[in-house]
């Protein structure tokens, strides 16, 4: 593979992100909403960085609960699929992710993925066929031993009634012949790959959780199903479907160009972030790198596992894990009609600490909207802009001897800002990054009453010195609307519009403004060159318009 790279070097490093695939069950909610723009900035982030990103996210359609969710609503499997698409996909449109590829587990391009791994796998020797004999939890997908089941139960007192350990539901029983994969082989490659690559599982916490669940020994697993017939058929055994978990893993496989586009597959794999919420570790941090490890293939960078979104009651101060059951359910769009579609990023990338349960609460949204954005940096540019067309006769001021080269608190901060900023975003350490950013934006608010522009403007002799304050106002603004443009895409692009700096925005875009510096016109700018200090386009019209986040009553959210 590595030799191949070499005939053809890209012009860019690749960069493949994925979302889990969505399970169609049902409609999509806050938790796929937040995976969702979690792997949304990282691209955005990614392609300003110069990477050439593949963003993949998409549905996983096959399996039994799917098949009998069709039969309630008098549909076939395909049709009923179909009918549930539009809804992740609007999702994806009301929160402005932009991904690179949808997937869709019944494309052919996935059946060939997935048939030509069997076949790999089988030649290799991983697999074997025998009766499974054991429980099944349709709602999860997954299998439990009787001795799994019989501990649960006697742990929570509902001994004899057979519910799941995970999620409670009634389990059902099932008995059929099974294709096996040899996953108890992989027990010392797995802790040796979790020893070797300890980023493998981020955060530490679930990596130890995986490692002393691997110690515990693994058992093989059953990777097919004979009593129903919605999946993907094996290509030696053809009353048997594919597992749907075994199928859905692939997914990430398949859209990389596996079993259909070689040169794609050398370049896109491995993945480098595959992003899961914690529920779903198991699958992705023990089976999946044992099915690729099996098949020869190289395991994915990271897998970056996030927490539940919990919401807090308000009176109480408990917190859930939200369900419709519990009726503390929030509806991404609900949140959207009160923050925006970037407040709405915002305050989940700045306030829910990545890696960790989140603790979601109507009060605290609008705290974090009305402090951040509406007071600091809204404030920020609206005051900025007011004063640079009130003294600058409606533009950003002209040429000034000493700028940009001369030293001032912001230029300061503005200093190494990027890495620093880089440095723990792609970490999917978010909420540092923005914490960065803001360190900026308050010492622009203080900067503002220390100098008091409004002064420097009642005497000629304090003119140049005004012009100095704005320049550098409005040069910390651009540079922050530029990092904060991966979290916030739209309101960071309208903040730039408005003094004439957008069109310098990262990979990409181009400029037919001959007069921009190279890095600038440059349409491959990336964006640590574009938050160079001194890069701001002098002159430019300001309009100063709208609040970009028009302040919250928390009085209107008591209804
Ligand atoms: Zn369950």
């Known amino acids: 593979m590595s030799e191949e790279k070499e005939k053809n070097p890209p012009k860019k490093p690749s960069y493949y992100i994925t979302t889990p695939i969505y399970y169609v069950n049902a409609a999509p909610h806050l938790g796929h909403a937040y995976t969702s723009v979690m792997a949304d900035v990282q691209s955005r982030l990614r392609k300003a960085m110069g990477f050439d990103v593949l963003f993949l996210t998409g549905i996983d359609e096959h399996g039994e609960k799917v098949a009998q969710a069709a039969a309630e609503h008098d549909m076939s499997p395909q049709a009923w699929c179909d009918s549930l698409v539009p809804a992740f996909k609007d999702l994806l449109g009301l929160l402005n992710i932009e991904n690179d590829d949808f997937i869709r587990t019944t494309e052919p391009r996935h059946t060939k993925a997935v048939q030509t791994l069997w076949e790999d796998l089988l030649a290799k020797d991983y697999l074997y066929k025998d009766t499974y004999d054991g429980w099944y939890c349709v709602p999860e997908e997954t299998y439990f031993t009787e001795t799994q089941v019989h501990q649960s139960d006697e742990k929570k ?21 099974s294709w096996f994969f040899k996953l108890s082989a992989f027990q010392e490659p797995l802790l040796e790959l979790y020893e070797k690559n300890p980023h493998f599982i981020e955060p530490e916490i679930r990596r130890n959780e995986v490692v002393s669940f691997v110690k515990g020994g693994l058992k093989d697993l059953s990777v097919s199903r004979t009593s129903f017939d919605w999946g993907i058929p094996l290509p030696f055994d053809d009353k048997h479907v594919t597992y749907v978990w ?65 919401v807090k009651d308000e009176k109480t101060g408990d917190e859930t894990k939200m369900s419709k059951s519990r009726g503390n359910a929030i509806t991404p769009q609900s949140v959207v009609d009160l923050l925006g579609v970037d407040g709405f990023r915002y305050f989940f990338m700045s306030d829910v600490k990545p890696g960790a349960d989140g603790s979601i609460s109507w009060s605290r949204m609008a705290q974090v909207y009305n402090t951040d954005l509406a007071n600091s940096w809204g404030n920020l540019v609206s005051r900025t802009l007011n004063m640079s067309a009130k003294y600058f006769d409606g533009k950003v001021p002209g040429p000034l001897a000493g700028w940009p080269d001369a030293e001032n608190p912001l230029k300061e901060i503005v200093t190494g800002l990027v890495d620093r900023f880089n440095h723990a975003a792609f970490e999917f350490g978010y909420d540092e990054a923005l914490a960065e950013v803001f360190k900026l934006i308050h010492a622009a608010n203080h900067y503002i009453e220390d100098m008091e522009p409004w002064t420097l403007a009642k005497s000629e002799a304090t003119l140049p010195k005004l012009q100095m304050v704005i320049l550098n106002l409005l040069e910390a603004i651009r540079i922050a609307a530029h990092l904060l443009m991966p979290f916030m895409p739209e309101t960071s692009a309208e903040a730039l519009r408005r003094f004439g700096q957008l069109e310098e925005r990262g990979c990409g875009a181009t400029s037919g403004d001959a007069s921009v510096s190279r890095s600038m016109s440059d349409p491959g700018a990336t964006l640590d060159e574009i938050c160079v200090w001194g890069n701001l386009k002098l002159e430019q019209p300001v309009e100063k318009g709208d609040a970009l986040f028009p302040r919250l009553d928390p009085k209107d959210l008591e209804a």
């Not at 007192?157 to 012949?177: F, N, S, W, Y």
């Not at 370049?267 to 992003?275: C, H, S």
């Not at 779903?280 to 994915?300: D, N, Q």
């Open 246 to 310: 075994f199928d859905a893993l692939i997914n990430y496989l398949t859209a990389a160009g596996f079993a259909e586009d070689a040169e794609k597959f050398s370049y896109r794999w491995p993945a480098n972030a595959q992003l899961i919420g914690k529920d779903i570790l198991r699958f992705h941090c023990v089976i999946w790198p044992a099915m690729l490890m099996a098949a020869g293939i190289e395991v994915s960078d990271e897998v970056f596992v996030h927490g539940f979104l919990l």
């Open 157 to 177: 007192g509902t001994e004899g009634q057979h519910l799941c350990p995970d999620c409670g539901r009634p389990l059902e029983r099932v008995e059929e012949e």
